[in-house]
């Protein structure tokens, strides 16, 4: 039975249905998130926090051929991290690299995104596709491909590669650089592309009204406004550089150069393979802490900068 005082409609059960309702939904919003925690939880979350508690964990033994025991080491594993001088030349070697990548790459996706964007390009589709198809093949094989136009005794263009070492030690990180920037310039214009698609096509028209040119269009009014979007995949371009590891690590087979901790990833992972999982874990620690701070001021700045 149902009432009505003062324009609210109220059942002879009183508010009981309604809190039926809400229950239905969080059992609803529960059956769908659930898969998304456990899976979460057992590939990401305790997978951090086995690696945190085993960078806490040394072994030792009795004697020079006794067994070895593991036991609770403290902050011995963080101590070598800091004093392991190899590592630390690693994550400056990626940080040049990121120095110099990251802006070519992201220029260049940048440019490719504003001419797909421009009413004076034809064939976009194409182009568009071109563009992204390096994005589809996976590092190694990216890695292994242009090993073999690198070496001077494989490569179609040995002319080149016999005068110039792009496997030498002077040019094998901005060889690295190269294909980097060849898989990944594609995914990144893509995002930046998406960006120029969003914006309302009212503020081109007014742009034609005061005689705008495309170029002025450009500058003014599409880089400006897809400036999150470059913020977004520069982010995503700091943290994949302090994580490279399959590039180098194809590369070894070509070049001499790329010794065992030429990044810090690989050599976190000749660590491991020692084994020594314990101050791999800490490296691991180290790095994912200093990929966090390193994302966190450059958003930090580049937000003071937006909105100054």
Excluded: C
Excluded at 210 to 239: E, M, Y
Excluded at 276 to 281: C, K, P, W
């Amino acid at each position: 039975m149902t009432v009505t005082t003062g324009g609210r409609a109220l059942t002879s059960q009183g508010t009981q249905p309604l809190r039926r309702r809400k229950l239905g939904h969080g059992k609803t919003v529960a059956v769908f998130v659930a898969p998304f925690l456990v899976l979460y939880s057992l590939f990401y979350a305790v997978p951090i926090g086995y690696a945190v508690y085993q960078s806490f964990l040394s072994v030792k033994r009795e004697g020079t051929f006794g067994p070895a025991t593991t036991v609770f080491g403290g902050l011995t594993q963080y101590i070598a991290v800091f004093q392991a001088s190899e590592f630390w030349m690693s994550v400056l070697r990626v940080l040049l690299f990121g120095i110099v990548q990251v802006p070519v790459m992201l220029g260049l996706a940048l440019l490719f995104a504003l001419l797909l964007d421009s009413p004076l390009v034809r064939g976009k589709k194409f182009f568009r596709l071109a563009f992204f198809a390096p994005y589809a093949v996976p590092g190694v094989i990216a890695a292994i491909m242009w090993g073999f136009l690198y070496s001077p005794s494989l490569s179609p263009f040995s002319a080149v590669t016999r005068e110039v070492s792009f496997l030498g030690a002077d040019l094998i990180l901005w060889s690295i650089a190269n294909i980097v920037t060849w898989v990944y310039i594609g995914y990144n214009m893509l995002i930046i592309y998406s960006a120029l698609l969003a914006i309302p096509t009212e503020i081109y028209e007014a742009a034609k009204l005061d005689g705008a040119s495309q170029w002025a269009v450009a500058w003014q009014i599409k880089i400006p406004l897809v400036t999150p979007a470059l913020i977004l995949t520069a982010v995503f371009s700091i943290i994949g550089t302090l994580q490279l590891l399959a590039e180098p690590q194809t590369l070894r087979t070509f070049s001499s150069a790329i010794n065992s901790t030429f990044t810090p990833n690989l050599a976190v992972y000749t660590t491991a393979s020692v084994p020594n999982y314990s101050l791999a874990a800490a490296f691991s620690v180290v790095l994912a802490l200093a990929t966090f701070v390193l994302s966190f001021v450059f958003l930090k700045v580049t937000q003071k900068r937006a909105f100054a």
